[in-house]
């Protein structure tokens, strides 16, 4: 089964990339769109296969991974011959279920638990869903000696974090992610599987309005055969002009009597006329 990796067309124009000479350009897209590359951004890379897929001698190799580790970009484990891309999920972040199931069985096999705890922070970072992606597995809390790169012993205080653990104190946030992924579904078998840019689109849209309102406004933009990401937010732009802005108190205003919980059947000419005023 073929392997894809999405590459933002704006990675050209980032700040860090325009300094960065030919060379340096070339492996940097290496090193996040080659074969052995993941969708967690971690995985194992011989450096002899680096020089046989790049034609790099292994000295030019060690410069240039010095050089990335140095920048904080990658780490890179001699003993393990893995790497991870220290911001990958800036760009690449599991939001549906399968992209979710894949990342966790990755993790699975990742042989260095520094990377692996690099990652938690990360999906912390981002609000990810925890309790998912790092299902049936444990990260010790280990913090780096900053005189070496072996983990020192963890305070008797750092406890391990468990699923059970992680689901309580981020209830709220997996709540919010579950709404998120209602609104990709949506947008995935009404219009065409989103982008990354759509992803963060919606994402925005469900913590301003709610993810009832999104669906809605996805399903109209289907209705009118306007099938696009800029559609749909000129929708629920106008219904902000209306003081529409969540299912919860908006829609008292002008939709008394709609149901948003129940299986979505709406008469969206009478939706229309309500929200302009005919």
Not at 13 to 30: M, R
Not at 185 to 196: A, D, L, V
Request: hydrophobic share 30%.
């Amino acid at each position: 089964m073929a392997k894809y990796r999405q590459l933002q067309t704006y990675f050209w124009d980032d700040s860090f990339i325009l300094d960065l000479d030919t060379q340096e350009k070339c492996f940097y897209l290496y090193l996040m769109t080659n074969y052995k590359s993941t969708q967690c951004g971690i995985y194992e890379l011989p450096k002899r296969i680096i020089e046989l897929h790049t034609g790099c001698s292994r000295e030019n190799v060690d410069k240039l991974l010095s050089r990335f580790q140095k920048w904080g970009k990658i780490k890179y484990c001699e003993d393990t011959k893995e790497i991870i891309i220290l911001n990958w999920l800036k760009y690449n972040q599991p939001n549906n279920t399968n992209a979710i199931k894949c990342v966790n069985k990755e993790l699975k096999s990742v042989k260095n638990r520094e990377f692996l705890l690099d990652f938690y922070n990360q999906c912390q970072k981002y609000d990810l869903d925890m309790e998912s992606i790092f299902k049936d597995m444990e990260i010790t809390a280990v913090k780096t000696s900053p005189k070496s790169e072996a983990p020192s012993k963890p305070p008797a205080s750092n406890k391990v974090i468990s699923n059970k653990q992680e689901l309580i104190n981020n209830k709220q946030k997996t709540i919010s992610n579950k709404q998120l992924e209602k609104a990709i579904k949506c947008f995935e078998n009404k219009i065409h599987f989103p982008k990354q840019e759509e992803i963060n689109r919606l994402n925005s849209w469900c913590s301003t309005m709610g993810c009832d309102i999104v669906i809605m406004a996805i399903e109209k933009a289907v209705q009118y055969n306007a099938k696009n990401m800029n559609y749909i937010e000129k929708i629920m732009n106008n219904w902000i002009k209306d003081g529409i802005r969540t299912a919860e108190n908006g829609f008292k205003k002008n939709m008394s009597g709609w149901n948003l919980t129940n299986e979505r059947k709406y008469d969206f000419k009478e939706l229309e006329r309500k929200l302009l005023g005919w």
